[in-house]
């Protein structure tokens, strides 16, 4: 099992910026790419950004020079800086991980999800 602890969203007006932490634990043996996606009401779940633990990262066009995601390999935990946050940011945002678990199996893993609401 992997746990998931997300942090950081809230409301915030147009034009401001929120930074969303996740921090995943459990039976983690390695994660080879953590990584953020959004879903809004009436709409499919979707990529934001992700990051592998070679520092490779990957944003939607959406959100390029807005997000900016980093990651503490050391410590399973994921950041997402959102600037310049439109209300079409306005969303649920899900935590996801992918690696290995103790037992040696592949696993991909969610959050429970967090709030941002873009609005004045």
């Known amino acids: 099992q992997v746990q998931f602890v997300e942090s950081g969203g809230g409301l915030v007006q147009p034009g401001g910026s929120l930074r969303l932490l996740c921090a995943a634990s459990g039976s983690i043996f390695s994660i080879n790419a953590m990584g953020w996606y959004r879903q809004a009401p009436g709409k499919e779940r979707e990529l934001v950004a992700t990051?592998?633990?070679?520092?490779?990262?990957n944003y939607a066009d959406s959100v390029k020079g807005r997000f900016t995601i980093s990651r503490e390999n050391a410590n399973y935990t994921v950041y997402l800086l959102m600037n310049n946050l439109k209300p079409e940011d306005t969303a649920v945002y899900y935590c996801?991980?992918?690696?290995?678990?103790?037992?040696?199996?592949?696993?991909?893993?969610w959050g429970q999800g967090t709030q941002v609401t873009v609005s004045s």
């Open positions: 996801n991980a992918e690696g290995t678990n103790f037992l040696r199996r592949p696993f991909r893993a």
């Open positions: 990051s592998t633990s070679s520092g490779s990262t």
